[in-house]
């Protein structure tokens, strides 16, 4: 189930096996809070935690014998484990009788960020499959707007999406923007410029709206953006390598033969990312964005060699950029 589906699944009663999987921790985090507050009383004496990392061969018997165990004055006990990828031999000999007849008075959180290869869990049976993984930008806008409302401050949605932006779709860091956002506003109507003025902006997503100044040729807010990434400590190289990321990927897009979908996956990007990349691509040119690429990289290689500042090397890089001439390549 998607992790937005959990609270309507917990009012209808408690699962066996909740598998808590994905990339994003906040929901991780979450997920496990609201089964341990709908279904544990006395956790001083009804819950165990374990790292499932630390836990090979015999050690699993641990596991298993605390979650046979009986609740003290209470209908469950819960045992969490984190991190927790036995291997397919393992998980027949120490678990899989375990999962087919789950003791009824116990409830197993199983953690995972999915960092590690280990037996299919979401196919075991009892196993309740809670998808942490990062959520797409319409999913965080629509939490966004409900939390907002909850809290009786209306917001647009395209107020709503500049959050989601500015926050890179990190729920953990949406979550604490919101709450700052409800904190400051009370109640009535969220505008733009509060968000402007309130919310900071990922540095990633500061280093996307610099890149983007590139097609559009403006230098003015090129600069202002460049300024601020290093008032707030990024350095040069990490904006080089991010400048250099961003063309590398625009001279791809333009010169591959695949089409959107590929590219997404070969890219790690969204679809539309392509089509918008498209778009970028064609408006530098391919000429020069080989030029920028080949640039771009001399300048981070005379930093690692030596030859250069990095403070240099990233004021020749703007340079070249809005006003070299790609009769140098």
């Known amino acids: 189930m998607k992790f937005t589906e959990l609270k309507n699944s917990i009012q209808g009663g ?61 209908e469950k006990r ?16 120490y678990f899989k009788e375990l999962f087919e007849d789950f003791p009824p008075t116990s409830i197993l959180i199983i ?32 939490w966004i707007y409900l ?15 500049s959050i989601c932006l500015y926050c890179l779709c990190n729920m953990a860091r949406v979550s604490v923007e919101v709450q700052k956002l409800i904190d400051y506003k009370g109640e009535g109507t969220l505008t733009q410029e509060e968000v402007d003025a309130l919310v900071y902006k990922d540095a990633e997503y500061r280093l996307y709206e610099l890149t983007n100044t590139v097609p559009k040729r403006d230098f003015t807010k090129f600069t202002n953006i460049l300024d601020e990434l290093i008032k707030k400590g990024s350095d040069e190289i990490y904006i080089l ?12 897009v333009s010169s591959s033969q ?4 590929e590219l997404a996956v070969q890219l790690k990007m969204k679809e539309y990312g392509v089509k918008k990349s498209r778009e970028q691509a064609y408006s ?14 001399g300048c981070i290689s005379d930093v ?16 070249a950029i809005f006003f070299g001439s790609i009769s140098n390549i």
Not at 124 to 130: C, L
Not at 284 to 297: A, F, H
Not at 304 to 319: D, H
């Open 14 to 74: 408690a699962e066996s096996i909740y598998l808590f999987e994905g990339d994003d921790a906040y929901f991780r985090m979450k997920g496990e809070e609201s089964v341990k507050n709908a279904f544990l009383e006395m956790p001083e004496l009804n819950y165990s935690a374990f790292d499932g990392e630390t836990l090979k061969g015999q050690a699993y018997t641990s596991l298993v014998a605390a979650i046979k165990n009986y609740p003290f004055m209470a």
């Open 78 to 93: 819960i045992v969490k484990v984190s991190e927790f990828y036995p291997s397919e031999s393992d998980f027949d000999t």
């Open 111 to 142: 953690v995972n960020s999915g960092a590690k290869k280990g037996v299919d869990l979401k196919r075991k049976k009892a196993v309740t499959y809670v998808d942490c993984n990062k959520p797409d930008q319409e999913a965080v806008t629509k």
């Open 147 to 161: 939390t907002l409302r909850r809290a009786k401050i209306s917001a647009p949605a395209a107020v709503c999406e």
């Open 241 to 252: 390598n991010g400048l250099f990321n961003y063309f590398k990927n625009l001279l791809t």
């Open 258 to 261: 695949n089409g959107d979908a």
């Open 284 to 297: 530098i040119g391919e000429e020069r964005l080989r030029y920028y690429v080949k640039y771009i990289y």
């Open 304 to 319: 690692k060699c030596g030859r250069t500042t990095p403070e240099n090397a990233l004021q020749k890089a703007q340079n």
